[in-house]
């Protein structure tokens, strides 16, 4: 099997971290190419870039039009684009892949052709000062136990209470994204639980190792989730769910993975601004969706999050 890797590593001001990451994707022995794409960053990681270039031809990076800074989700997107192995694997800017981290990955594959992707356990390096609580609870990211691929999306967090995987423990066949679509451009955050959920639902994703790192992510101050508000992820997700549904109901999928997305969609609801709300939820949207799926017309969610009840509520109100 001609098992060659890209490793995509979006970065955006990470001077401190991106060496490390790209060197710790070099010498795993299985990757072909790092392809790191640069949104916009304006420390000094555009010159760590050019000087690792020289020195590493399997290293390649590429930037948005203009330098523009795009996001996680278009960076990524950018980087499947470009890449040209069979085999894809993620790597934030902050964190780095372990000593043979794709060693049992390529036995996987290997094993069984109908595999589409393989997750690992993650563990954590912290930079800052952190509680032992904090520590412990970061100490491994896995999924806890060992659960067949046509049950990954209901036991998996954020459905179910078996964990979640992390895209830096996670390997797929490039041909995944043609089953289910590019990372989702309009979310700030939350764009790797959109396509590990969508994922989930569409291929065959197993477990690899997952009761020891094979990746470590980087905590610091500077994290991405230290960074952006509550409101701001909640907003995310009701943006995110949103998202899901649509697709899902394109994909066909089953009524209660569409009614577990729409719930969540109005969970979420109230923290958007009127404007997303029509825009998210438009009329036409929630008729097709009712003709479609009548049952949804049960669901109290479903009526409230309807434009023209919307509006009247808040008539209502004021």
Not at 95 to 110: C, I, M, P, S
Not at 131 to 153: G, P
Not at 197 to 209: E, F, P, Q, Y
Request: a positive charge.
């Amino acid at each position: 099997m001609n098992f060659k890797i890209s490793v995509i590593i979006p970065v955006f001001n990470a001077q401190l971290y991106i060496e490390k990451a790209i060197l710790s994707a070099l010498v795993q022995k299985e990757v072909a190419e790092v392809i790191v794409v640069n949104d916009g960053s304006t420390d000094n990681t555009s010159k760590i870039l050019a000087k690792l270039e020289k020195g590493y031809s399997k290293l390649k990076t590429y930037k948005h039009s203009n330098g523009e800074n795009r996001g996680r989700a278009s960076s990524k997107n950018l980087g499947i684009t470009m890449a040209t192995s069979p085999f894809i694997a993620f790597l934030d800017a902050d964190d780095y892949y372990l000593e043979n981290r794709f060693e049992n990955d390529v036995r996987l594959f290997a094993e069984d052709s109908s595999i589409d992707g393989v997750y690992n356990a993650i563990g954590a390096h912290f930079y800052r000062n952190a509680s032992e609580d904090e520590k412990e609870r970061l100490k491994l990211t896995t999924i806890q136990y060992q659960i067949e691929s046509n049950e990954l999306f209901d036991k998996m967090s954020p459905k179910g209470d078996a964990g979640y995987f992390s895209g830096d423990g996670l390997t797929v066949k490039r041909e995944i994204f043609e089953k289910v679509g590019c990372f989702d451009n309009r979310l700030k955050v939350a764009e790797d639980t959109h396509m590990w959920i969508k994922m989930s639902l569409k291929a065959k994703l197993v477990a690899g190792i997952l009761d020891r790192p094979l990746s470590i992510r980087g905590v610091h101050d500077s994290n991405v989730f230290h960074l952006y508000s509550s409101l701001l992820y909640k907003r995310n997700m009701a943006l995110m769910f949103n998202s899901l549904l649509k697709w899902g109901y394109s994909n066909q999928l089953k009524m209660s993975v569409l009614e577990y997305f729409y719930k969540n969609s109005y969970i979420n609801f109230k923290y958007l601004g009127e404007e997303e709300k029509f825009k998210q939820f438009g009329v036409l949207d929630w008729l097709e969706y009712a003709l479609k799926y009548p049952k949804l017309l049960r669901l109290k969610y479903f009526i409230y999050t309807n434009p023209l009840v919307t509006f009247f509520r808040k008539g209502l109100k004021s």
